[in-house]
Each structure stands twice: as C-alpha cells, then as structure tokens.
C-alpha cells in the first residue's frame, strides 16, 4: 500500500488508502460527539484495522483549526477543541505500531480541494468549499492551491454573515453569526432528510441557504473562480439544489465575476482522506 490519508472530523475519522496501482480502499469510524483523544485515537485505529493499513509507506493526516507557527499542532481549532495543543507526531505515534517513515499535514479544506481537481483533472480557477461541522475553503489554478505568502487564504466558515433572522447566532467561540453557525451540520438539524444526505427540505428563504448564497457571491468578488464545489456531507447533501443555489447567486451578481461559473458538488464523503493521501504520496 503506497499512501495512507487520514481526515479527522468534526464528528468522524475518514481515511482513505490508495496502493501502487491507483487503487482506493475507503473507510469510516463511528460517528462521534465532543470527542476526548482517546475517542480520535480508537476511530483512526478503527479505520486503519478496516484498510489493513498497518504500515503504510506515507501518510497524509488532514484536519481541522489553525496550526501553530512552528507546524507542529493545531492551536486552535473551534469545532474540535480536542486538536488544540496536541502535536502531530504525537497523535499519529499513538496510533502506528511504527511512526510511518513519511508524513505530509493539509488543512481539511485543501485536502479535500486538492482531491476533486485532480481527480477530474480540471484547468481554470476552482474555489472547493468543505461544508461539514465546520466551513473551509480551498481555492486552485489548476491543481495549485492559491496561498497568502505560505498560508491559506482564510477560514471562510468565520465570516460575518450578519443577523439572519430575529436572532443573532453564537458558534462555540463565541462570534456572532458566522457562516458555520448557518450552514455547519449542527445547525442544519431541522432540514436535514431521514437518509442525513438530503437538504431538499431547504427553501430560498430559510436562514441556512440565504447565508449560503451571501457566502458564494463573497468568493465570486474576491476570488473570480470559474467554479465552485461544494465539499463534505453538507456538500452532498445539497446536491438536489444547486441548480436553485446557483440561480440565486447569479441575481445581481457582480460583473467582475466570472459569468459562466459553474456549481458542482462532492462525489463522495471522502475527498479530504483521498487529498490527504495523495498530498503525502506527492510530497517526496
């Protein structure tokens, strides 16, 4: 087996394993909530029982939250705290019987963007939004992600998306009406389908798809992709809607933005594992 990707979520571990020949195996822990690392601990090894990974050549580990400075941990990650503070070699030491020989770290949005330009082999500028517990964004020329110096381009999820509603929202560090406290998987308990993978349900005047659609005409001025993908379980889940998601963007849309965009979303739950995997092969 060449590469072992590893994506820690806000309520399971994905990991996805990908051998010489190309070939993917998938798998999923058991769903999680306020997760102790303990928990993280039994869901990754879980996951690498189901693959038979044991001794993977390379691993990519992707995860949500700000790393420290030095690269070495997440200092702050909002949606699961458990990361903060705990070092990498650490996490991934407590898990292998022997430290995997290589390893690459990607945020969870870059991996998972990552993965759907190069799995299509698209060209042009692609803005890959992950919608899970939390909200991240990757934007690509290409396969290349788009970078501020050596760091990412922000965490879209803690925008400001204003009062929505009656009531103003409080995500749990405490700032007010952030996209994630709209469109975050914790929020959108009242819309979601009996399969969990269907927001149908959702109208252009509920609170969720009008902070979707703010969201979207945001990166359309900032960044000019000539598509957006949706990402993660909330990513799939909206795919009954994009055609309705795109017309409401499209409204008054600022000139500047490219004017034959396209909305596509997730083919699968786990792109962020499969980006994390093929970040690690790539990397050496």
């Not at 039994?42 to 400075?69: F, Q, Y």
């Not at 299509?120 to 919608?131: D, E, K, Q």
């Not at 009996?194 to 798809?209: F, K, N, Q, V, W």
């Amino acid at each position: 087996m060449t590469a072992l990707g590893i994506d820690i979520g806000g309520s399971s571990v994905k990991a996805a394993s990908m051998d010489s020949g190309g070939h993917w195996e998938v798998a999923s822990s058991v769903p999680y909530a306020m997760a102790d690392r303990a928990e993280i601990q039994k869901a990754i090894r879980a996951c690498i029982e189901d693959l038979e990974a044991t001794e993977p050549e390379s691993v990519g580990l992707c995860l949500p939250g700000r790393m420290n400075p030095e690269g070495t941990a997440i200092e702050l990650s909002v949606n699961l705290p458990v990361l903060n503070g705990w070092a990498f070699d650490e996490l991934l030491g407590s898990v292998f019987d022997a430290f995997p020989a290589r390893v690459h770290i990607a945020s969870d949005a870059l991996a998972a963007g990552f993965d759907y330009a190069t799995h299509a082999a698209i060209s042009g500028r692609t803005a890959a939004i992950s919608l899970g517990t939390g909200v991240g964004l990757c934007v690509l020329d290409g396969d290349d992600p788009v970078t501020i110096g050596h760091k990412g381009i922000g965490h879209l999820g803690l925008m400001d998306m204003g009062r929505i509603g009656e009531d103003d929202r409080v995500d749990p560090s405490g700032a007010l009406n952030t996209l994630e406290s709209f469109v975050g998987a914790p929020s959108l308990a009242p819309w979601i389908g009996e399969s969990g993978l269907d927001l149908s349900s959702l109208t252009p005047i509920d609170p969720p798809m009008i902070a979707l659609v703010r969201a979207l005409r945001v990166v359309h001025a900032i960044y000019q992709p000539d598509r957006i993908v949706l990402l993660g379980g909330v990513g799939l889940a909206l795919r009954s809607q994009l055609q309705s998601i795109k017309s409401l963007v499209d409204v008054g849309l600022t000139p500047l933005a490219c004017q034959a965009w396209s909305l596509e979303s997730a083919s699968t739950t786990h792109h962020a594992a499969r980006g994390a995997a093929k970040l690690a092969a790539q990397s050496y």
